[in-house]
C-alpha cells in the first residue's frame, strides 16, 4: 500500500499540471501530462517490489524516477515554446537556472543510493523466528 501511494502521490503533479495546461488551451502538453500519470500509475503496479521480491528496490525505484525525470522533461518542451511567446520570458534560459532544475531532479534519486542492494525479501523478513 505504501509503494502505491507513494508512487501516486509522487506523480499527483502530472494530472493537476495537465488540467492546466487543457485551460491554456495546450492540449497535446496536457495530454501528455495525463498520459505520464498513467504510465507511473500503471509502473507502479506492475512493478511492485512483491512482485520481484529478489530484485534490489533501487532497481525498480531507479525506473520510476526515470519516469518522472522523462515527464518532467517532455512537457517542459512542450510548453516552453508557449511560455517564451505568451509571457514576459522572451530570452533563452541561462545555464545557472538549468542547473537550479537538476538539484531537485537530483534529489529524486536518493533512494536509489539509500536501499543500496536490499531487496523486498531483505526489508520484510519473517521477524517470528528471531
Not at 507513494?6 to 503533479?13: E, N, Q, V
Request: hydrophobic letters at 55%; charged letters at 10%.
Amino acid at each position: 500500500m505504501g509503494w502505491t501511494l507513494g508512487c501516486i502521490g509522487a506523480l499527483l503533479w502530472l494530472p493537476v499540471l495537465g488540467i492546466v495546461l487543457f485551460f491554456l488551451n495546450k492540449y497535446l502538453a496536457g495530454l501528455t501530462a495525463i498520459g505520464f500519470f498513467i504510465l507511473g500509475v500503471l509502473y507502479s503496479r506492475v512493478f511492485a517490489p512483491w512482485k520481484y521480491p529478489d530484485t534490489p528496490i533501487r532497481r525498480i525505484y531507479a525506473g520510476f524516477a526515470i519516469l518522472i525525470v522523462f515527464a518532467a522533461a517532455a512537457i517542459f518542451v512542450l510548453w516552453y515554446p508557449w511560455l517564451t511567446h505568451h509571457t514576459i520570458i522572451n530570452t533563452q534560459l541561462p545555464w545557472y537556472v538549468l542547473v537550479l532544475i537538476c538539484m531537485p531532479v537530483l534529489s529524486i534519486f536518493i533512494p536509489v543510493i539509500t536501499f543500496g542492494k536490499r531487496s523486498w525479501n531483505d526489508i520484510h523478513v519473517d521477524q517470528t523466528n528471531e
